[in-house]
């Protein structure tokens, strides 16, 4: 099935005001308190999207970095993977937004970006 659409997860230390300025542009936000996901691991966290096809949006690129590896050295599937440097709400936002509006679902389908 074809996804245009990318639906983001916010990991636990991502600002909430994020997803609020990206639901004001109409996309399709979860954060990680909404989710009942609080204190959760890091593959707990990756399996949870997993489970739910969405992209993960997080600060924390070790351990991250070492679960996409993880992923595609046995062959398992994310949709997607964004590492953010800390940035206020809404620059954070706006460098989003040109992944959003410029990239498919599918397009990114076991990517791993740095913004």
């Keep these: 099935m074809s996804r245009l659409f990318i639906e983001l997860y916010l990991d636990e230390d991502i600002d909430v ?8 542009r109409g996309f399709s936000v979860t954060t990680t308190q909404e989710a009942g996901q609080l204190g ?27 679960l996409a590896r993880d992923y595609f050295q046995t062959d398992r599937t994310h949709f ?9 709400p809404h620059e ?21 970006i740095y913004i």
């Excluded at 005001?17 to 004001?24: G, S, W």
């Excluded at 706006?94 to 389908?109: M, Y």
């Design 17 to 24: 005001l994020v997803a609020d300025l990206l639901r004001a």
């Design 92 to 112: 954070l936002t706006r460098r989003l937004l040109v992944i959003l509006n410029d990239t498919t679902a599918d397009e990114l389908v076991n990517q791993f």
């Design 80 to 88: 997607g993977i964004i590492i953010a440097v800390r940035r206020l």
């Design 40 to 66: 959760q691991n890091d593959p707990a966290q990756l399996a949870w999207c997993v489970s739910r096809q969405k992209a993960l949006l997080t600060h924390n690129r070790a351990h991250f970095e070492n």
